[in-house]
């Protein structure tokens, strides 16, 4: 990547992977805990007035979790991408990412161009 050494962006990226490794696992006992305590309950959670209900607890942290894992993926890409020495390159179009996108989401694949042409569609 053109301006930026090497070791402070693995290191940035090697930091990104740890807490979203440490955010899947709280999530996952997390998760672990709405399921158990329903399968405990016997609660009529979908007309209680008092708040949400277990099930949109669950579909909640579900998404949560699945958003998590894929930042796992993705960072691990971006490392995989800085060892092939492929880092810092739009993989649609080739063109450079800009030190600036890369420090906002170091994972990315995406320069903001490919990026908001691929919103669009």
Do not use: K, Y
Not at 29 to 38: F, H, N
Not at 43 to 60: L, V, W
Not at 78 to 98: K, Q, T, V, Y
Request: glycine residues 6%; contains cysteine.
């Amino acid at each position: 990547m053109p301006g930026s050494p090497e070791p402070d962006r693995a290191a940035a990226l090697a930091a990104e992977r740890c807490l979203a490794a440490e955010q899947v696992e709280v999530l996952t006992r997390d998760l672990a805990r709405v399921v158990q305590a329903s399968e405990s309950s016997n609660a009529d959670d979908e007309h209680d007035p008092e708040g949400s209900t277990i099930a949109f607890e669950r579909a909640q942290l579900s998404a949560m979790l699945d958003a998590a894992r894929r930042r796992v993926q993705d960072v691990d890409g971006a490392l995989a991408r800085l060892a092939a020495g492929d880092d810092g390159r739009c993989e649609r179009c080739g063109s450079s990412i800009g030190d600036e996108r890369l420090l906002a989401r170091p994972w990315t694949r995406l320069c903001i161009a490919c990026a908001r042409d691929q919103r669009q569609v």
